[in-house]
Every structure is written in structure tokens, then in C-alpha cells.
């Protein structure tokens, strides 16, 4: 079969599509130009590589020689990975919330030649059903108002066209004050689902980043009911079918209100973001199980997600042999030939296994006699149930675990998205570290640094600019602002889980290259893409934190952070700056913005600036960084001074010049707003004035 121009592209995803016979373009002025010099609309396809609507569309019209034939006849066609390209993405997404309110993948876009939409949609069918527009229809009709009424066309573009950079402005106020911390946990508390945990009615979404802000919530504001719906979505996450309790990691989310039937791709920043998630609950509740969950995330990406230079790949798909989750289920007799009658009785109680299948298939509604193993309730509380010791029945688990993982291996696997992405990887190294640091095991933050290290070296141009995707020995395509915010992000967390002043120094400096090629120098923020990009009809500026948080929102902690650390206020500067430039939309709808507010709260509380003067391998140091490391208090900023590292660390962060490191022993030096308490010298002292610090 003859391949289409996407041959020659790195993306699965395009790759996915280089034999279809639509004759896709990637994104390129030689694609526009063609449309100028034939005289035709052209056809956008949005995507990914996990997508599981995605390959419904390409099986279903895009293989399809006769809608392929109307599609060339009537367009130039362009396939985008919306991963490669966010900024694409974020443009015609905004159109097609614009045009039909809501949006999603495949994204379907039909534009003029100059890139204005006049059309979006989201997944097609190849002809008409239930009352929806099929693909031939809309492009034979396309094709005809092209040729006979284009003034109708063209008066759509460009109305549209108008008013998308209304979807990139932003309205600026005062900064962000705790009642509207208050009102935004408000907010999230009524759409809580009392019975099932999570939030809003199915479909339903992880959403660490509002997880993270109802901890912090309840940790400026003493509101259990935070804590309360934190605790309550994270166990029914874990005990439902979106958690794969035999490989593990998260699935990206849940059909149903139960957390029982995923679509199954795994994506590395839900890994990461959630990752993050349990780990804080953890140091909140001090409850063992969200540590476990949080190893139990990183085992899965190390084990499965890792390059062997260390980046991570980027996303694992949700179908395998064209059926989305076989890899996953079981039958209860494959279940049963793999443990045999006795265990595969037990268990299969345990994870609610049934003869006919344990769910209901999404489209059809009917059972196929396939299982999602799941818990109905914790493995504590059947131990309970079953009169058994629950660290026995969890070694039990454990034990059956690994052999249905033996089996399973064995089946066809999904896609693996082998791409390493910058800003994903930057969520990872971030998530990576803090369960070093939180959780005392070093070899996370050496997988951390491992990552951190291939992007420097093949991801980072020769002037220090990072690019965004490498595949395939080539690392390509400028980055956008998310590559820098969450790998500051990540360099950070990493300082914090290893305290070499080298990862600070990188954070400073990739944070003031962002500022110069991504900053709005005339209302503040930054732009997804920098100045020097010009391919798009509007520069996008985001906010909104969805699957992902937003390069503003994370930038905002940044900044936050960098000022703590280094005490430069010129960074507090710009983090007002940042703050006020959204505050006004944010204060409309504070819900929707909750990263954001992770680092608003840092300026309403601004927490303590710690550092530990000491040799690194002293008792009492090591003592004195547990009891900091143990502690919940997201908003402190801490850093370790030794004789190695005083040199560095105080051209970073001038005020530790005149902290001094003692002979034998360490010594803590404390700060709240402003003001220093007396040095300490031991770490029984230290737990007791952090006991007695607010927050």
C-alpha cells in the first residue's frame, strides 16, 4: 500500500495514518500552500495515539477507500498529534467550543486555506446516524459551497475567526484572597459524590490538581470536609476498575459514577499528577495505603514507561487487536485456569468476578462475560470479613498478583506512544522526587535525576532552549510554555529531594528563558507559544486546568518557590504580576482554576523558609530533614547548606552566605513572614517549633 506524507513523520499517532489512503499532510506552510494552489478547504484531524474514538473515525472512514476518495476530492487534508502540537490543538479547540460548546478527540476542524475555521466538530461517522451529519454528506455539501456559494463560507471563517482571541483573554483584578479559597472548596464540596467519592456525574475524571487543592484547603483552613473528600476519591480510585490491580497505574478515567468501567489508555502525567496526589494525602493522613498506591504508580513507569536513557514515554493505548481493553479483562474462566478452582473462587469474591461479566459494555450496554477486577471494599476490610490477618491476606494478594501478571504478559499489548515528551516528563521528574523526599527512598530521585538528565542532553538546543518531543534518536519541535513551567516544576521538586544547588540553578535559568520568549509584556502571563511562533491565526494563552494543568497556573507556584528559595524578589514581582492578570477570571469561576490556586495560596499563607546547615551525612542532619520531610507543609521552602555546597547554594541564594554551617552536629535556621527564630541544633527541638508554626 502507498503511504501519505505522514511517512515521513516521527509521531505514532501520524505514523498510525501513513497508510491511510486519505492523502494526510503533517502541519506545514507546503500543506496551506497546496490548498492555496488547488483551491481547496482543507480538513484538520486532531488526535492521539491513545485515543480510542481516534481509531474508531480512522477504521471507520479514514481506511475507507470510498470516504477517503471524497476527502481528497474535496480538501487538502492535515493530521495533527495534539500532543506533538498543543498549541494547534488549544487554537481550533477553542473554535469548536466556540461553534457546537463543547469539544473533545478526534477534533474535526474544516478551515480556509489562510487557517481561518468555519467548521468543528468531534468524532464523525462515515454517514449519517441518528440524526448526525455523516463524513461524506459534509464534505459533498463542503465541496459544493466551496464551488457555488464560498461567500458563505468565507462569512463563517471569518466570524469566527474574530472572535477566537476572545477565548485567550483574560480579565485582571486584586490577588486571590482566602474567602475565595473558601469559595472555590464550596464550590468542588457540591458537586462531591457522597456515595461513590470523586466528583460530578459520570463520565468521571481524576483530577489530582483539585485533590491537591482541597488538601491544601484543609490545611490553611482546618475544613475536614476536605480532607474527608480527598481520603474518600482516593480509596475509590484505587479500589475500582480505572486502577489496573494487576500491573498497576491509572487508567484515564471512568465511564460510570463507580469507578468501575475505564477507557483504558494510561497517560504518563495522570501517572505523574496522581502519583503526586497520594503522596501528599499521605503526609496529611499519615495513612499507609496512599504510599503504597503512590510506589505501587512508580513501579508501573519505571517498569513499563521508561526509555533506557531514562526519559518516559509519553502514553500506553487503550485497545489491543481492535478491541479497546482486552488486554485488561478476564473471563472467569481464564481467571480460574490461571489460579486454579480454589484461589480463582476466593479471589475472584474478592474482585468481584462474575460468570456473565462484571459490567456492562459502554456502547452496547450488554454483558460479554468479560471481568474488570475491582474491590467492592478494602482489602483490610475483607480480611476483616474473612476472620484473616490483613498483612497475610495482602501477601496472599501479592502472590496472586504476580501470577496473574505472568499471564497476562503473555497477550497481545496495546500501543505503546514511545515518544518522550518534555512536559510530561517534567510532571514525572517532579512526582518522582517528592516520593524520594517524602517517602525516603533515593532511588526515586535518581530515576528522577536520570530523567532530568536526558532532557538536558536531548532536549535542550545548544543556546539552552528545550525542544518538546524526541522519538526515534531526533528530539524536535520548539517548546511551549508547559516544556517550561513543568520542568521547573520538576527541577525543583528535584532540588528539594537532593538539594544540589545544580537542579536550582536550572530551574533560574530555564524560568528566566521562559520569561523572555513567552512573557505578555502588556498584560501579563505567559503565552503557550513563544514569540518567535507565527503558524497559528491567534497566540493561544491558557488557564483552565484540566487533564493538565496550565503553564500559568503551575508557573504561578514557580515563581512562588523561586523567590522562597533564592530570596530574589524579583520573582515575587512577577508572580504578582502573574497572579493579578487572571485573578479577575479565576475569581468568576475559582473552581475551575484549582492549580492555580495551589500557588495563590502560597501567597495567602506564605508558609517557612527552613535551611538546615550541616554535613549531609550527619545523624542529626538526617534527623532534621526526616522530621521536615514527614511534615505536611507544602507551603515551606527548604534548602541545606554544607561546606561542599555553600559556594553555590549562596550565588543561588545570597541569604545563606551568612548562615553557618557548624563543625559536628547541624544547625536549622527558621523564618515566618519575615522574621527568623533562633537557630536549632537538634531535631527534637526543630519537630516542636514546626509544631507550633502556622502553616
Known sequence: MPYNQLIHEKSPYLLQHAENPVEWHPWSDAAFQKAREEDKPVFLSVGYATCHWCHVMERESFEDPEAARVMNDAFVCIKVDREERPDIDAVYMAACQMLTGRGGWPLTILMTPDKRP?????????????????????????QNLWSSDRKRILDAAGSVSGHLGQAFAFTDDEPVTLPILNQAQAHIEKTFDERHGGFNPAPKFPTPHRLLFLLRHHHLAGNDKSLDMVVRT???????????????????YSTDERWLLPHFEKMLYDQALLAAAYLEAYQATAEVRFARTAEEIFAYVLRDMTDESGGFYAAEDADSEGEEGKFYIWTAAEFASVLGPEDADAWGRILSMAEAGNFAEETTGRRSGANILH????????????????????????????????HRKARVHPLKDDKVLTDWNGLMIAALAAGARILGKPEYAEAAARAAGFVTERLMTPEGRLLHRFRDGEAGIDAQADDYAFVVRGMLELYGATFDPGHLALAVRLQKQMLDDFWDGDKGGFFLTAEAATDLPVRPKELYDGAVPSANSVSLTNLMLLFRLTGDTGWAECADQLSRAFAGSVKANPSGFTHYLLGAAMAVRPGREIVVAGDPGAEETRAMLGVLNRTYAPH???????????ARLGALAGFTAALQAPDSGATAYVCTGGACSRPVTDARALAEVIAEGGP
Open 636 to 646: 515551606d521552602a527548604l534548602l541545606l547548606k554544607t561546606r561542599a555546597n555553600a
Open 375 to 406: 474491590l467492592q471494599q478494602p482489602l483490610g476490610a475483607w480480611a476483616e470479613t474473612l476472620g484473616v490477618d490483613e498483612a497475610a491476606l495482602s501477601e496472599q494478594w501479592e502472590t496472586v498478583r504476580r501470577r496473574l501478571f505472568a
Open 118 to 142: 468555519f467548521f468543528a466538530g468531534t468524532y464523525i461517522p462515515k454517514t449519517a446516524r441518528f440524526g448526525q451529519a455523516g463524513l461524506m454528506e459534509l464534505c459533498r455539501h463542503v
Open 234 to 252: 482516593l480509596d475509590a480510585m484505587r479500589q475500582g476498575g480505572i486502577w489496573d490491580h494487576v500491573g498497576f497505574g491509572f487508567h484515564r
